[in-house]
């Protein structure tokens, strides 16, 4: 983002060496600067200190905290880089600048994002790790997201396969797991297999129905209807005697 088209040309011209690197698009000034980077979320900018209308720093302060990307100042001025570093600037670059002092600027840009990455990634674990250990939630992962499930939430699960769809008030997530594993996640007091393909939550259940023919059906407070397996009869009696 450069006030100037000849130095916004070399700085692209350059990046444009590295098949490492996307390019996005550029800026002739400090409001449009916040516009793309809101719109486009680039994880470097090359910023200049002083545009038409926001200068290099005030574009930064409009920016919401989330979308901060990584900052190179490229400036003429060398009065502003107490303040750039100041403000966890990658770098300061004194226009006019050569080819290799640039790519130093590039490579360490790169390497603040890889390492900040990497922490991200194991603070990740260490939060997952954490969760896992909890059975009041639920970590599960649903069409590329991860998704922390209050198992209070949870009314019942179905299982097709290898996959499994948890149902939770009006929604349903559905998830590549095996019911069986799914269930040894689940607190063994509060949810139950009622089928060979189902688990309930106790605290959904209103009551076992009689059906004929010796079968039983599983009726839920939402007014669902589930199958009772024989083989899972005398469980869900002992569980809801015990929780009357």
């Not at 000034?29 to 719109?39: P, T, V």
């Not at 939060?127 to 009041?136: E, I, V």
């Not at 299982?159 to 689940?186: C, F, P, W």
């Not at 605290?203 to 939402?222: H, K, M, P, T």
Request: with cysteine; net charge positive.
């Amino acid at each position: 983002m450069d006030d100037e088209p000849p130095a916004r040309r070399r700085i692209i011209s350059l990046l444009s060496r590295d098949p490492n690197l996307e390019i996005i698009g550029e800026c002739p000034d400090g409001a449009s600067a916040i516009q793309m980077i809101m719109e486009k979320r680039p994880q470097l900018v090359f910023l200049d200190v002083q545009m038409p209308g926001s200068d290099g720093f005030a574009v930064l302060e409009s920016l919401p905290q989330a979308a901060l990307p990584y900052v190179i100042f490229v400036t003429a001025y060398d009065q502003y880089a107490i303040k750039a570093f100041e403000i966890g600037a990658v770098d300061y670059l004194l226009k006019p600048f050569s080819r290799k002092r640039f790519e130093t600027c590039v490579q360490r840009a790169k390497e603040r994002i890889l390492n900040t990455a990497a922490d991200s990634q194991e603070q990740l674990r260490i939060l997952l790790r954490q969760a896992s250990l909890d059975r009041d939630r639920l970590v599960v992962r649903s069409k590329g997201n991860l998704l922390f499930l209050r198992t209070s939430e949870i009314e019942w699960v179905t299982a097709s396969g290898n996959y499994v769809r948890i149902h939770a008030g009006k929604h349903m997530h559905t998830i590549r797991e095996k019911i069986g594993d799914l269930e040894q996640r689940l607190h063994a007091t509060r949810f139950l297999r009622v089928h060979r393909s189902i688990i309930v939550n106790i605290d959904a259940v209103a009551e076992v129905q009689r059906c004929g023919s010796g079968e039983y059906i599983v009726l839920l407070r939402n007014g669902r209807e589930l199958p009772l397996g024989r083989s899972y009869r005398n469980r869900l009696n002992e569980l809801l005697q015990a929780s009357r």
